[in-house]
């Protein structure tokens, strides 16, 4: 569109006219061309104007997308249902705690022996401040919010190749990353090597910056003292009365850093998606799920495998069996949003278009496994004092997150003691529950020696092993989101599909529910123009 | 003591050694001089051994330093009583909430209208995860414990004299900082700036990290895109369907980034003190105080003012006023634990040596104040997604503090809407508390333009108004450190000083808990060796 603007026109002008020929959905893409749409996908409260003419959607799937598309199409007057495979509704915003039973394919069924209130999110576990959509949900349908710590300094990183694979604490690499970074860039500019970057004015305020970020001394060393210490931690901290007199620690070399690779876990702390303020579910990710539950669960069908979707000029028809009674049922509709997973959705009978088809067809689903072990005791907190937050490690494992909730306390705790993806990913999966908690505990005891000793039990999610998904989330290539994305996302006569796979947000909560607002408010414009 | 070790000597040889002849304090502080002692000052639940032999401990001051020192004393035998000057226990660990009402130096009154939940911690209000001394008493006493949000990359950084005073999100200038250092160190990496400082291997390992640190392109540069962006934020947002892809935002330049003197507000959350994680008690620091109180209030008798502390061969007798009756009371013990914040102290008659009282005299206060403002709606969450952290600004406020607790809360919100220090902390501190809140509502409305519409009602409290403390906490020069601390932690006679005063953690509650753990040990060791 960019290419028509008529130089004479002013940006209001324009903006108006695309608004009046192209409708909303236009005009916010051009909107967007112009550096002035700043906020998320996401535009607050979903009005959807005029009237739903009587009409009805069949929804597929009662994952956030689902459920997302269910509540506002009700309130814009839709006659809506849904249809869920499972026998509760949330999808992959799912919590599993004490007592519940799952199920993988292969057949091996695992039922969660934690103790109340020790639970693990087996898929989504974090909200970060910009997940409006699902922050405005949280907010209107009750689900409480308390922070995840996404970063501790105090938890470890962990390499087998550095310190004789001893853990190191996050606080003195990044601290002493920084101090090395702050005094080379001092370095060169003191003998000027950037004059023909930078001014000798704002190289003069470059150095003030960095003594302050760095921790460095009046020289722009980073050196032994108070002011690395203040970052890195103390020898011996301070306290109070004779004993009192804090001794500094001792930094570690460039090079020790450098060549430890350890470097790499800072970065991950600084990324959009894990920048603070982030958030879980009081309770898990499961409240999700039943914060929806409560608003639209009363138009959910559980226990439905959809097995056909074919759509006429008269309305879409979808098949379905009752898993529970193994009856054959048929239901109806004049329109269908369509939110199961790609892997499942390829493998169900569906008339559409050949480039829908072809899109449904092409996108991998990326793997994940997660396990969460059950302790006797708080350990990482009464022995490590790690409260929350994440250890990284190059041992498959990968991470070992401790829980961002009911800090001290005295009973058993659960660890997420692996969160790994790529090829250590599929290796987990490939194996039994059994045998993957027995080499976690072995990749765990690397960083708490404690992993064996106060180990209570566990369980474990291979993600391409869950039937109603078999995978994670969509994966996208550059190369399938030119081919396939727009294809996937537009309406294929009565059909749309929403869901992560269907987002620039792909395996958050966010981009489902980001997802299925965009899917019914091109339905509704359809409805509105027909 | 470092001077007369024998070299032939095992470092194992001479700890026992040290033991034997000086007593765990004098092991406990050479341990530390060999870097083995890497715990804090508080070494995990006190253990008094031996017997009390019935002595008896007046303790001054129900602050937590008093109550600590109550608390294992009581538990190791003593008999021991406290006089509190107010009529509640916790001194400076203290919540102002709805209800509460605060009568300050000159007379002033304050009542506290805030709505139920709504509070501000006028004194403390932070709890890092090394404090381990507070950190165990909250976990033994039944303090819940949520974490503080320290760092929010959504909040404002703000000056005067940038970006024509207008505030910018801290994401921004910290992506941007980290951005243009992570470029310019590559330059002169690239440029062999530092071949005589670091190797070319450590100089090609420094180019990956700062690649993956800085968010740089591959040719090294910090420029508008996907990577920049998935640290700085987007212009538009990623979402789902059809509308869903993201647009970069553009990074500013160095020289903006540092004219703009904002990098000034990232070195604060790297340090010591606020580095995650951080927590604040459930319900506000008062429960702390609660907390010790469930412990060791049966022991506290409020509402008694020390008049005079005398010491004799026999014992310790204490002159106090009973606030409430007038009343002329006296008490006595074999010893004395006096937590009376010096600048209070320093007027009561007291027979101690040349050295203590020198100590006592030579120690000004620092000054602080802070305001809390009621709204009648969390517009900072509403309007500004900001949830949690702080805001920084070089106006007189300093800073503006987001509630970390009840995020999405739809009723009224308080903000801590000035924290300041130093000049002005006193200008702020001289006023009256209504002219106070009515400055603050205009530094505020420069950060956030709700202010005063959504304004609802505040309070105030400048330390050194306060009655009981005339100041906010110790503040130690390296002179007076060097002539002063060992003479005021000292024991003088049966005399005994405590608080936050009489430790390194000037102004922290650990400072206080550290401070009474050590004087109560040392007490007890006159005692045995007595």
Known sequence: MSQNLNPGMSKRDLLSLIGAAAGGTAMYMAMGAFDQAKASNF?????????????????????????????ELGRAGYQVQILEYQDRVGGRSWTLAGGDTYTELGGATQKVGFSAGN????????????????????HELGIGLEPFMQVNYNAYVHSTKAFDGKPQRFRHIQADYYGHVGELLSKAVNKGALADTISKEDGEILLESLRSWGALDKDFRYVKGRESSNRRGWDKEPGGGLTAEPIPSQPMTAETVLRSGLWRSIAGNLTWDHEFSIFQPVGGMGEVA????????????????????????????????????????????????????????????????????????SIPY?????????????FW?????????????????????????????????????????GVPGYELTALSPQERIARVLEWGSQIHTQFKSEFVGGVSVGWHRVPWVLGCFGQWSEEARAE?????????????????HASYYGGWQEGGITSAIDAITRLHQHVQAA
Chains 1, 2 share one sequence.
């Open 290 to 361: 039943k914060g929806f539950e409560r608003a639209v669960g009363k138009v959910v069908r559980l226990n439905s495998k959809v097995t056909a979707i074919q759509q006429s000029e008269a309305g879409v028809t979808v098949n379905y069996l009752d898993t529970k009674s193994g009856a054959k049922m048929t239901a109806s509709a004049d329109y269908c949003i369509c939110t199961i997973p790609l892997p499942i959705l390829a493998q169900i009978e569906m008339n559409v278009g050949p480039e829908l088809a072809a899109a449904i067809r």
């Open 43 to 71: 535009k607050g409260p979903v009005k959807l104007d005029g009237s739903a003419k009587g009409k009805s959607v069949l929804i597929l799937g009662a994952g956030v997308a689902g459920m997302t598309a269910a509540l």
């Open 381 to 421: 907190e009464q022995d490590d004092q790690i409260y929350g937050g994440i250890s990284y490690t190059d041992l498959p494992n990968s991470q070992i997150s401790y829980p961002s909730s009911n800090y001290g306390a005295k009973g058993p705790g659960v660890l997420l003691a692996a969160y790994t993806g």
């Open 119 to 138: 639970y693990i999110n087996p898929g989504p576990w974090r909200i970060p401040w910009h997940h409006h959509g699902l922050i405005h949900y949280c």
């Open 484 to 500: 396939h994305y727009k294809n996937l996302c537009a309406m294929d006569g009565r059909i749309m599909l929403a869901g992560e």
């Open 366 to 378: 990326s793997t994940s496994c997660k396990v969460g072990l059950e302790f006797k005791r708080r």
